[in-house]
């Protein structure tokens, strides 16, 4: 089965904090994903200079779509990025992991999203979208989804209404089947009765940690689950270090967590989205597809940033096929 990702287009630019005053200074609330203007986003790269910090592509569903094609998936992705040299470093990125890059050119910068990494390994997101922003409905071409069976969405774009909605009612048309990811909670707060129209309508394959399922729901933990399912026929719901429940009208599985040590969590749940995914795709049982999520957002934590390099896909590879057998 072949996977098409839509998404904001971004460069992550991960820094590891001392201490928590840059949150409180710049009023960023832990663990949330803040969207700034470029005069903010700009403040805070420069009163973060002094700590370390990488650069590396991302985005959600692009590092979904990014871990999908290392694994052997035949991906694309849909994204908007501007006419320099980010925008250059983000499109060779993706295609040096072998995905189909279907992206659209604007006068505005490259989106940045500034990773804020506490000693704790939890991460703040401030960011600002740039040309990621400027992807809209009349870009979806139908010609752009044709061959695809899965399309995959970041909760991030509901903030765009009719491009998410023209991206679902496409999907339909070509008979795929509709994945998203809740995001962030905050996001799924302000924007509550858009993804309830959106889930209940198009959704086939519903992402959500404990957070963002409170915030869509109302109830705590597994609670959530029953009112999840009644929305989307298939919902995975991600407990942290609990691990994670799967569940669909004939089964309700728990999946442990991968046990590993935890360094940054930036890219846990859009490589959980890999992993099940992955074995989704390859119409495995829904248990095994769960343990493909929970080990491959085990292996994204033990790194800073949410992108892994070659050599640890090809350790990852080796494992995998160990679990598989």
Known sequence: ???????????????LLQGEYILREFKLPKGSMQLVDRERSEGIKAATAIFPRTWTSGGSAANTIHGLAMLGTDTGFIGSIGRDDIGDFFENDMKKAGVNTLLIRRNSPTGTAVALITEDSERTFATHLGAATELNET????????????????????????????ACKIAREKNMLVAIDLASYNVVEEHIDSFRRIVSGYVDILFANEQEAKAFTGLDGEQAL???????PTV?????AEGSWLK???????????????IDTTGA???????????????????KCGILGSFMAGKVI????????????REIKKELNRILS
């Open 236 to 240: 995975i719901l991600k407990i942290g």
């Open 269 to 287: 749940g859009d490589h959980y989205a890999a992993g099940f995914l992955f074995g989704y795709a390859n119409k495995l049982p829904l248990e």
């Open 226 to 232: 029953p009112a999840l399912s009644e929305m989307a």
């Open 1 to 15: 089965m072949r996977i098409l990702g839509i998404g904001n287009a971004l460069v992550d630019i991960m820094t």
């Open 302 to 313: 033990e790194i800073i940033g949410a992108r892994m390099d070659n050599a640890r896909f």
């Open 248 to 262: 669909t009208v004939d089964e309700t599985i728990k999946i442990s967590a991968y046990p590993v040590k935890c």
């Open 139 to 166: 870009d979806l071409n139908p010609l752009l989804f044709e061959g695809y069976d899965i399309l995959y969405l970041e909760g991030y774009i509901i903030n765009n209404p009719p491009l998410i909605e023209t």
